[in-house]
């Protein structure tokens, strides 16, 4: 099989690892890719991913068997639907699918159908109905962006005044937004790899969405994440299939528009118990790179068959009994304004307990690693549990040399303490 990976991020990254760990891919090309994935695989031309055009003359230059297509941009924008009307067999959801991700009030409306537990919402296009809905819902405030925002268009905020700011701001480009109510406990993610009927799901993790420790700042992309969750509650994973991602699959397929790829499942496990907080519409960063460091069962296996329709004839996933944890070196400035161009030094060879997958990477004029976005690297460690994953991500983490580099040192703490606690 010859599998190629469409992004440059570190979940595109550690996809491309696990692939050319499955003996059944004999080439792994990334599209446009970073300087860490050239390291290990090709790396083709690629000036905009979600150019559905240009998608699919680099999947046919490269004669993929398996394109996978990581960033929500590009599925959105329908990019799988040209590669599969080009004769690719492609892994992430059609553009219509898609909007599971790209609409949060079309998530809603699905899961209002599918009768999913999820936080009471309210979709607002002005501001006398955001003032409305944040008078329904009462603090803690949750405003969500209702379009694509990167993972930074969610405020949480005590503050009327500043959930009033965050929706006068997607008004003001155009959008809508969703208030939410605030739901409580830890927050959980679960991947759900399917075929459009059939639901693999894959080992829970946790993420880290807040720029500081002890999850103080504004939203980012994740700055952090570990797996597996030695706190969950006992059946986790099958009640979020059966009680949520296998209506909302069943849900999609019902309206005609069959969501196969992976479904990303964001959850809060409250006091009444797991609730959706929000889906994704393909593999999350940083929780990919986690939970494929588990992985063991072949990976370019398990996406072909889900691309293909064949999910049913997959055995058992297979998983290591190791921990892992991930930690972002994110670029001075971030989330804001990130600051780039500068040289990154202490980046190791990698090995099989601790490596390094790079992001906002990029080669200046004389060969030299430099920053080139908000989050640069992420440090993954495997241990024998969570404090010894730890330990060799930070390792990893405190001999990188970033001007103004800026990462969490909490990431999986408290779960290594055991002080997360289901309400």
């Not at 924008?77 to 067999?89: C, H």
């Not at 969501?259 to 999350?284: D, H, K, Q």
């Not at 892992?324 to 070196?329: F, L, P, R, Y």
Request: charged share 20%; proline share 6%; net charge negative.
């Amino acid at each position: 099989m010859r599998a190629l990976v469409i992004g440059s991020g570190a979940r595109e990254h550690a996809i491309v690892h696990g692939l050319l760990a499955d003996s059944s891919v004999t080439a792994v090309a990334a599209a446009p890719g970073n300087p860490g994935i050239a390291a290990e695989a090709e790396c083709l031309p690629l000036g905009d991913v979600s150019d559905r055009a240009a998608v699919v003359e680099v999947a046919r230059g490269f004669a993929a068997d398996l394109v996978i297509v990581g960033p929500e941009a590009p599925l959105v924008a329908g990019v799988s639907d040209a590669l599969r009307e080009a004769g690719f067999t492609a892994f992430g959801p059609s553009g219509q699918a898609a909007q599971l991700e790209g609409s949060k009030a079309f998530a809603k409306d699905v899961m209002a159908a599918a009768d999913v537990p999820t936080a009471r919402s309210y979709v607002a296009t002005d501001p006398d109905e955001a003032r409305e809905a944040l008078d329904a819902t009462g603090a803690p405030y949750v405003v969500k962006d209702d379009g694509l925002a990167a993972g930074k268009g969610v405020v949480v905020t005590e503050s009327v005044d500043e959930a009033m700011k965050h929706a006068l701001s997607c008004f003001a480009s155009g959008g809508s937004v969703v208030v939410e109510e605030y739901l409580d406990g830890p927050e959980v993610s679960i991947f759900c790899v399917t075929d459009g009927e059939v639901i693999v799901p894959l080992a829970p993790s946790q993420d880290f969405k807040r720029i500081g420790d002890g999850d103080e700042g504004p939203n980012t992309g994740g700055m952090g994440a570990y797996s597996p969750l030695p706190w969950a509650p006992e059946g986790l994973v099958d009640e979020v299939v059966r009680r949520i991602a296998q209506p909302t699959i069943d849900e999609m397929r019902r309206r005609g528009t069959p969501f196969a790829g992976v479904l990303y499942v964001g959850l809060a496990l409250t006091s009444a118990g797991p609730r959706v907080i929000e889906f994704n519409a393909r593999f999350g960063d940083p929780e990919t790179q986690v939970v494929l460091a588990r992985l063991q069962t072949p990976l370019g296996a398990l996406l072909h068959a889900a691309a293909s329709g064949e999910l049913d004839q997959q055995p058992p996933l297979v998983w290591r009994d190791d921990s892992a944890v991930t930690v972002v070196v994110a670029s001075e400035g971030y989330p804001q304004t990130p600051r780039t161009g500068d040289e990154i030094t202490g980046v190791p060879e990698t090995a099989d307990d601790r490596y390094v997958l790079h992001a906002g990477t990029a080669r200046d004029a004389d060969g030299t690693l430099v920053s080139a976005g908000g989050r640069v690297l992420s440090a993954v460690g495997v241990g024998v549990d969570l404090a010894a994953a730890r330990a060799a991500a930070y390792g990893l983490v405190d001999g990188i040399g970033l001007r103004g580099s800026q990462h969490r040192r909490d990431i999986a703490q408290a779960a290594a303490e055991g002080g997360v606690a289901v309400p």
